[in-house]
């Protein structure tokens, strides 16, 4: 009777132990959060991480992806240094994520005394890779870059490059242009995307190299004109916009558009970030944005996100020194 009494227990045993397991596993599921969740943006206002920032916002209140709401905040300091200290001094909190560009790269590189390392912070994914053109006024004339090479050449380090922050996307390609076609453009930084875009279709610079959906509402009133992308293939939106390979510069550039928690961020809340996003950028509303601003890739999370971390610093790392900035 003895062995039969422990025979007849151990299911009882082993259904308890299951049943604690589906309990805890519902548990770590149905986290939500507790209150607004900050949502960092490392730019400025109007910019391309800024307008994908409130689109997601609006994309997560639409569907009501959450049971709080997500509260842009934007913290351009410092090329993004800002922003990164910012996210690392909240280690452990489930309540904080971040719009990221190339500058979660760049800065750290630049800046090691920041102490931030990106691999801390949670990946929660990768909505998707912007895209670069170089854009004049239309009122300069110029319709290609062969025109640009000349104008820029005559104006020696008087032909003016708006961009964002300093040693990060937009400093990299100038750096590329002066170096490919023998330029000495003057790279002038400035707050955000949006401003930049204001600074060539008022005229107060040159040129730029915008991501689309900073320029595109300029280029569609006619202020200015698309010259050529820095992408592998033409952009369905720019299709007389040649890409730089084609025109014998091999070289192409994009700019990761990735959502990371706090560092320390609890298990159970990157799942829930996770799923948030994915289905984000599975929504109708962000496949839109995408196919219209020219973005491209896949959703990227967990490892693969962080792999592409390491890879992407890594390509960053090689071109900084490059230019002189590491």
């Not at 007849?8 to 049943?19: D, K, N, Q, S």
């Not at 190339?102 to 630049?110: G, H, K």
Request: hydrophobic share 40%; glycine share 10%; charged share 20%.
């Amino acid at each position: 009777m003895k062995h039969l009494k422990s025979f007849v227990l151990l299911p009882g045993v082993i259904l308890t132990a299951l049943l604690a397991l589906v309990l805890s596993g519902a548990a770590q599921a149905g986290w939500e959060p507790k209150k607004p969740v900050d949502f960092v943006i490392m730019a400025g206002k109007g910019g391309g991480a800024d307008k994908m920032a409130r689109l997601m916002q609006s994309v997560i209140e639409k569907h009501g992806l959450a049971s709080k709401p997500f509260v842009p905040v934007n913290k351009p300091g410092g090329s993004g240094a800002e922003a990164l200290i910012h996210l690392k001094g909240k280690q452990g909190d489930n309540h904080t994520i971040m719009v990221t560009l190339n500058s979660f790269y760049t800065t750290p590189l630049r800046q090691p005394k920041l102490g931030v390392d990106i691999t801390t912070f949670a990946p929660i994914g990768r909505m998707a890779e912007d895209t670069f053109l170089l854009w004049v006024n239309v009122d300069s004339g110029i319709k290609n870059v062969q025109e640009f090479v000349k104008a820029a050449k005559a104006a020696g380090n008087k032909w003016l490059m708006a961009g964002t922050g300093k040693g990060q996307e937009d400093q990299l390609l100038t750096a590329f242009l002066n170096r490919a076609y023998g330029l000495d453009i003057k790279y002038i930084p400035f707050k955000g995307g949006g401003r930049v875009a204001k600074e060539l279709a008022g005229n107060h610079c040159n040129s730029t190299v915008n991501n689309p959906s900073e320029q595109l509402g300029f280029y569609k009133a006619g202020k200015t004109r698309a010259l050529a992308a820095f992408t592998a293939e033409r952009l369905p939106v720019f299709p007389d916009a040649p890409t730089f390979r084609e025109l014998g510069k091999d070289y192409v550039y994009f700019m990761q558009r990735s959502v990371v928690g706090a560092p320390g961020m609890s298990a159970e809340a990157e799942a829930y970030y996770r799923g948030v996003f994915k289905a984000v950028y599975e929504s109708a509303e962000w496949q839109k944005y995408m196919k219209k601003k020219s973005l491209q890739g896949d959703f990227l999370t967990g490892a693969a996100l962080k792999d592409y971390w390491v890879r992407e610093k890594a390509i960053h790392k090689v071109i900084l020194k490059d230019i002189g900035e590491i």
